[in-house]
């Protein structure tokens, strides 16, 4: 009887033990509960009671969207759409049209069509406005549009889109879609080869190990890792990449977490192909985590000489969770370390700013590391090239004029308006730089800048204490001469905006592959990149 007594205080303690030792947020069990329990009856009362129909679903997709709004940006909730989506940019496998596409409120607009994929064959361009997908009209279309455009293996869709103000229908017939990780490698001279790294999903370190080894095979003795633009991926891909490079039983990574069993160490696991080849690493403000982690490592391990301006600071690491009805979590859950021990992370969401932004980790806490040989590292605001090029540095202005799209649509502009015979020759003008600006003027482009933004502050406090008749003068004057300087900050940002523009316009003629060959004989970074390696010496102090 009394082991019987035993054993039933044993079961409900043990349960207890088990509840309150083995999860993650054990000291916070009863305050989580009893906010799901107000969040329940709140949200049943106001669907039941509320004076107009409601739409439980929008309710509670706006809900969990606000409440991660507040973490960071990585950590997001996804419908069954999503999932599906997120699998293709892992695996870069999909059935479809073959094309980058933007969805806008009345249209799709195509941003890049795959070259000979079917968008492509169909006679897309950058720059069409897809309006209709087999009569279903996009306009007040309910849903992600672009789902239209998928479907099975060679089934048809009628397109119909519209093209410098004129209607067009076309057919395109469904493929099955590949996203190369490495779209480009070849050899820019008799020695350095050139490999271009576009993403880390499953094919990554596979493709790249077949371009080192192939290019090795034509006689490369020094190799350009380009990671510009690259937003990251997988991790384990990452690390794959490290070993091309590194021995086998290197450090390459380290996460830590409050929760134990995501601090984990990334070792390289594989025989390398090649531990002693030069090596040049493109970075930009657009390579982010995996691109941070390949660049990062081998910077640390005085691998590899980083060219090129700071990479974005992405130092945390996510992971998809189930949950039901087929949708996910993708939540961070954790930071990783590089070899030397600095984590990258630049921005910091959990201290924001008055309008709600993240803020950056100032310079003066960064902190100092030591590379392999003993140069100097820091942590807080991404990786930091070992040769700087300012011109790939973007600015406050170059950032606003690409996020408003100007670039994109003044290259469908001037591709209509010019034909271009020999690519390889191409360059802009003084006179087409001056046509660029003209079109901001008059496309409606709007730069606020944080100087702005404190003066109409401050105008609006001055008006709530009677004090706005004098300053509203002095006001206008200094937007006057604000307008004036933003005037100035496209000219000074004149180079890059050039490089830009040019990017966008070859693109249109000879597609991305075209661009990368327009890249070789014309790139201030791949220049600066074969002149480091040309040069043995300079190589070996760069990492010494």
């Avoid at 361009?125 to 209709?132: C, F, N, S, V, Y």
């Avoid at 997988?234 to 995501?262: D, M, R």
């Avoid at 991404?382 to 994109?408: C, H, M, R, W, Y």
């Avoid at 600006?437 to 008006?463: D, I, P, Q, R």
Wanted: aromatic share 10%; hydrophobic share 35%.
């Amino acid at each position: 009887m009394k082991n019987l007594l035993k054993k039933r205080l044993i079961i409900p303690i043990l349960a207890l033990t088990i509840l309150f030792t083995g999860t993650a947020f054990k000291s916070d069990f009863f305050e989580i509960a009893k906010q799901i329990e107000i969040f329940t009856t709140l949200f049943k009362e106001l669907n039941m009671n509320y004076v107009d129909k409601t739409n439980p679903a929008e309710l509670m997709d706006n809900a969990i969207k606000n409440m991660l709004n507040d973490l960071d940006p990585y950590t997001k909730f996804y419908n069954e759409q999503d999932v599906e989506a997120e699998r293709i940019r892992r695996t870069g496998d999909y059935t479809g049209v073959g094309a980058r596409i933007k969805t806008l409120k009345d249209k799709l607009l195509v941003i890049e069509p795959y070259k000979d994929y079917p968008a492509d064959k169909a006679g897309l361009k950058a720059g069409d406005e897809i309006i209709a997908v087999d009569g279903t009209v996009i306009d007040g279309f309910e849903g992600d549009a672009s789902d239209l455009l998928k479907g099975t293996p060679n089934s048809k869709l009628e397109i119909t889109y519209k093209r410098q103000g004129k209607t067009n229908n076309t057919t395109v017939t469904r493929s099955e879609i590949e996203i190369d990780a490495v779209p480009h490698f070849s050899m820019i001279d008799a020695q350095t080869g050139y490999i271009v790294l576009q993403k880390f999903n499953e094919k990554a370190s596979l493709q790249t190990g077949y371009a080192l080894k192939d290019l090795k095979a034509q006689g490369a003795t020094q190799i350009i890792l380009d990671l510009r633009g690259n937003p990251g991926g997988l991790l384990n891909e990452a690390v794959n990449i490290v070993n091309l490079f590194v021995p086998k039983g290197q450090l390459v990574v380290t996460t830590k977490s409050k929760v134990s069993k995501y601090n984990q160490t990334y070792y390289t696991k594989k025989d390398p192909i090649d531990v002693n080849i030069p090596v040049v690493v493109l970075i930009d403000g657009r390579s982010a985590s995996a691109s941070e982690i390949v660049s990062g490592t081998l910077q640390d391990l005085d691998r590899a000489v980083i060219v090129g301006s700071r990479s974005f600071g992405k130092g945390l690491v996510q992971r998809p969770k189930k949950l039901t009805y087929g949708t996910q979590l993708k939540v961070t859950i954790s930071r990783y370390y590089t070899p030397s021990g600095r984590c990258i992370q630049a921005l910091d969401y959990w201290n924001r700013d008055d309008n709600g932004n993240a803020v950056r980790v100032k310079q003066e806490n960064y902190n100092v590391f030591k590379t392999k040989n003993g140069r100097k590292v820091f942590d807080g605001g991404g990786v930091f090239p070992d040769e700087a090029l300012e011109v790939t540095k973007n600015t406050a202005i170059t950032d606003a004029i690409l996020n408003s799209q100007s670039i994109f649509d003044f290259a469908t502009k001037y591709y209509y308006t010019n034909k271009i015979e020999d690519i390889s020759k191409f360059k802009l003008t003084d006179a087409d730089f001056n046509s660029f600006k003209n079109y901001l003027n008059t496309s409606g482009f709007e730069f606020e800048t944080e100087t702005e933004k404190a003066l109409k502050k401050a105008l609006e406090v001055s008006k709530s204490e009677n004090l706005d008749d004098d300053i509203s003068k002095d006001y206008k004057t200094l937007i006057t001469n604000l307008d004036n300087s933003k005037a100035k900050a496209v000219e000074n940002n004149k180079k890059q905006l050039i490089n830009l523009l040019t990017d966008e316009i070859v693109k249109r003629y000879v597609y991305r592959e075209g661009l990368y060959e327009y890249y070789k004989t014309h790139n201030e970074e791949i220049k600066t990149a074969t002149d480091i390696l040309s040069n043995p010496s300079k190589y070996n102090r760069y990492l010494n």
